[in-house]
């Protein structure tokens, strides 16, 4: 049997997964499925039913169809440029379950800190998933001003110009760090992250710093109240795009 935090899908006919007993959970899921070089709706929307609109693109933070890897596109970000949904609640997690997955395609992780995604920077900080120089890194902050090193670890596990399947999760009990479905790193150690009140930032930090070199970013899902994955080992990465619709 499977952990109780790890979902059941139910395959579609054609092998998509066709839908997800948890999708009730998830607070942000972006697809990034648009036109080429589009800022705007519908590649940069929030297709989750927490439904918090289109994300703000900075600097040249744009829809890409030179790789995706689901649909035909994906979020190309760089150096100077990344794309940020509104401060929100679903967003902080306290001490509460999680699960925080997308896919990348980096072309350099030399370097940092060069933050993935996060809540993090400016005057309030709660979490982030950052790298430096190719070891993968888990932070938190307890009182948004400190900076705890929760996860780190998965170095040289990234593969460069290929996509990757990034994750974090906690289940109540340990914060496990994955790479492409092996996990490197695990805490039992627990703590009350703040409830920070940046804004949530892809490819960079909340000030638009910290940014990862030019890569491209797709299917983006963070579920609260959720460990998704909840193995000390390893999991199947997905295969399919995220279901978008209730089982």
């Given at each position: 049997m499977q952990p109780w935090s790890q979902p059941l899908?139910?395959?579609?006919?054609?092998g998509a997964v066709a839908c997800d007993p948890y999708f009730?959970?998830?607070v942000l899921l972006a697809g990034f499925n648009g036109t080429n070089g589009s800022t705007g709706a519908p590649g940069m929307t929030d297709e989750s039913p927490a439904a918090?609109?289109?994300?703000?693109?900075?600097?040249?933070?744009?829809?890409?169809?030179?790789?995706?890897?689901?649909?035909?596109?994906?979020?190309?970000?760089?150096?100077?440029?990344?794309v940020t949904w509104p401060s929100s609640t679903?967003?902080?997690?306290?001490?509460?379950a999680f699960t925080v997955e997308l896919f990348i395609w980096p072309t350099s992780t030399t370097g940092g800190p060069l933050e993935v995604i996060g809540v993090w920077?400016?005057?309030?900080?709660?979490?982030?998933?950052?790298?430096?120089?190719?070891?993968?890194?888990?932070?938190?902050?307890?009182?948004?001003?400190?900076?705890?090193?929760?996860?780190?670890?998965?170095?040289?596990?990234?593969?460069?110009?290929?996509w990757?399947?990034?994750?974090?999760?906690?289940?109540?009990?340990?914060?496990?760090?994955?790479?492409?479905?092996?996990?490197?790193?695990?805490?039992?150690?627990l703590r009350t992250m703040f409830s920070g009140t940046?804004?949530?930032?892809?490819?960079?930090d909340a000030t638009n710093a910290n940014n990862i070199p030019t890569a491209y970013i797709d299917e983006v899902r963070i579920t609260k109240g959720v460990a998704r994955y909840a193995n000390n080992t390893s999991f199947a990465v997905p295969t399919a795009a995220f279901p978008r619709v209730q089982c």
């Amino acid at each position: 049997m499977q952990p109780w935090s790890q979902p059941l899908l139910w395959p579609h006919p054609g092998g998509a997964v066709a839908c997800d007993p948890y999708f009730g959970n998830v607070v942000l899921l972006a697809g990034f499925n648009g036109t080429n070089g589009s800022t705007g709706a519908p590649g940069m929307t929030d297709e989750s039913p927490a439904a918090h609109g289109t994300a703000t693109a900075r600097g040249t933070a744009q829809i890409s169809t030179t790789q995706a890897k689901f649909g035909a596109s994906s979020l190309t970000v760089n150096a100077t440029s990344s794309v940020t949904w509104p401060s929100s609640t679903d967003f902080t997690f306290g001490s509460g379950a999680f699960t925080v997955e997308l896919f990348i395609w980096p072309t350099s992780t030399t370097g940092g800190p060069l933050e993935v995604i996060g809540v993090w920077g400016g005057a309030s900080n709660g979490w982030v998933i950052y790298t430096i120089n190719g070891q993968w890194y888990w932070n938190i902050s307890t009182t948004g001003a400190d900076n705890i090193v929760v996860e780190q670890g998965c170095i040289g596990a990234m593969t460069l110009s290929a996509w990757n399947h990034l994750a974090i999760d906690f289940d109540g009990t340990t914060y496990r760090l994955y790479v492409n479905g092996t996990t490197c790193s695990t805490s039992t150690t627990l703590r009350t992250m703040f409830s920070g009140t940046s804004v949530l930032s892809i490819g960079s930090d909340a000030t638009n710093a910290n940014n990862i070199p030019t890569a491209y970013i797709d299917e983006v899902r963070i579920t609260k109240g959720v460990a998704r994955y909840a193995n000390n080992t390893s999991f199947a990465v997905p295969t399919a795009a995220f279901p978008r619709v209730q089982c």
